[in-house]
């Protein structure tokens, strides 16, 4: 780089160096109780991911997720696109959540139970050293060309198993089982879907890796406005710490917490270990950091140096900056008090409306074209559209009818109509009235629809025909008595 050109004081992203180009991280592997929790998670959640699309609730799978189709399952139970106000609170819980416990403990899901996180600290990076080695301690270049080939070889096949997963939440794991059985042939669009999401998965884990963490997600610039002063974080204890040097220049720091003479050094010993640990590159001892995903690598590496160096571990630790400021902790807030007060409103309002769903709906459309057509025999046909579904896990026969109108007949092909569990059934239905029904045109008349058990629901339809009785003629205005003036 040009040394006429400014240079920036400090690296503007981890993953950056300083002319711009990719920093490519090899982080070293730091063994502790943080690292011993978060396997146990992460490979509990790993068999979650995989499993959930294979397990059944109600008949139905556990979720699935049917763009296709427009339909939408979460633990039994299917929304459509009509449930728009069910998917809006659902998706409201899903926030507030993730506000809540962002304001309490962080980006605790990041480093813990995001599906990005898990599978590439989990499953990629072992992959990794198990054909590279670990960093600093990388194995001969013998045969390198080889251990690389192997290694990609392993990351497609992940990256497949993973791919197939991740579909099984929008197909349904019977149709992918259907497809991987079957020839390509049969399903070429879904094979190139396959294709394309092995790519991705591959692209994403083997190539672009923490820069999802970093560049990608948008949750990382949440944290300004989710986080305050005493939300749980991964920070490091400088009063502790600083002023920090090497063992050999200076005796070991005073007790935590005590203020520190100038010829004294911290705790933090510069070794440098949280950095070579951390996932994204960060320095935790610079604060709070955008690319900070809160794993705790970090912790387990600063507990180890001190363990080793006989000092009080913790020097980098979970906990907020208001407790590292003043020695104080504050849960109690307007922000703790105010996310669980609108989650207990959210989830009353959604398991409310999810009660009171009904069995089955049923939606009237007008048909295109003339509002009334004059049948052969004189009688005023009505064409409307009529779309029932069956919300049920069960066969239902549904009948349509009008009610309280002696004089008007429907006309359809099939009444009662059976529909399948999840199915809609559509057809056009005729209301047929005598010539001289309309003696006030548009009329409103109620159609019903039930299954004679569990399940009804009126809807008013509105009717148009030629009126029969005639308009009322306005009164004429009296005319002016102007008598003929009499002669003489």
Sequence with gaps: MSESLLQPEERVLSTLNADGSRRWLKPRLSRGKFLFWRRIVAYTLIAVFTLIPHIKMNGKPMILLDIAHREFTFFGTTFLPTDTLLLALLLLIVFFSIFLITALAGRVWCGWACPQSVYLEFVYRP?????????????????????????????????????????????????????????????????????????????????????????????????????????????????????????????????????????????CIDCTMCVQTCPTGIDIRKGLQLECIGCAQCI?????????????????????????????????????IIYPLILLILISAFVTVLANKRDAEFFLLRERGLPFQTLSSGEIANQMRIRITNRTNNPA????????????????????????????????????????????????????????????????????????????????????????????
């Design 127 to 267: 992959i990794e050293r198990l054909f590279e080695g670990a960093p600093g301690q990388r194995k001969p270049k013998s045969m390198i060309g080889l251990r690389k080939l192997l290694r990609f070889v392993v990351y497609l096949m992940v990256s497949a198993f993973l791919a197939h997963t991740f579909l099984s939440y929008f197909v349904g794991s019977e149709n992918l089982r259907h497809w991987i059985l079957s020839s390509p042939h049969e399903h070429p669009v879904a094979f190139l879907v396959a294709i394309a999401t092995t790519g991705l998965m591959m692209f994403d884990f083997g190539y672009f890796r923490e820069q999802v963490c970093v560049v990608a997600c948008p949750y990382a610039r949440f944290q300004s406005a989710l986080l305050d002063r005493d939300s749980m974080i991964i920070t490091y204890d400088y009063k502790r710490g600083e002023p920090r040097g090497k063992v050999r220049k200076a005796k070991p720091g005073l007790e935590p917490g005590q203020a520190l003479a100038l010829p004294v050094l911290g705790d």
């Design 300 to 336: 387990d590496a600063c507990n180890a140096v001190m363990a080793k160096l006989n000092r009080p571990l913790g020097l980098i630790r979970y906990s907020s900056q208001r407790a590292i400021e003043e020695g104080k902790a504050k849960i109690l807030r307007p922000r703790v």
């Design 397 to 488: 026969e549904y009948t349509v009818e009008l009610v309280g109108e002696q004089e008007l007949r429907l006309q359809t092909e099939n009444n009662p109509v059976l529909v399948q569990p999840g199915e809609q059934f559509n057809e056009r239905l005729l209301i047929i009235a005598p010539p001289d029904y309309f003696d006030v045109t548009p009329k409103t008349v109620q159609v019903r629809v039930h299954d004679g058990d569990a399940y009804e629901e009126t809807k008013p339809f509105i009717i148009h025909g030629p009126r029969t009785r005639p308009l009322p003629q306005p009164a004429k205005p009296n005319a002016p008595s102007n008598p003929e003036p009499s002669d003489g």
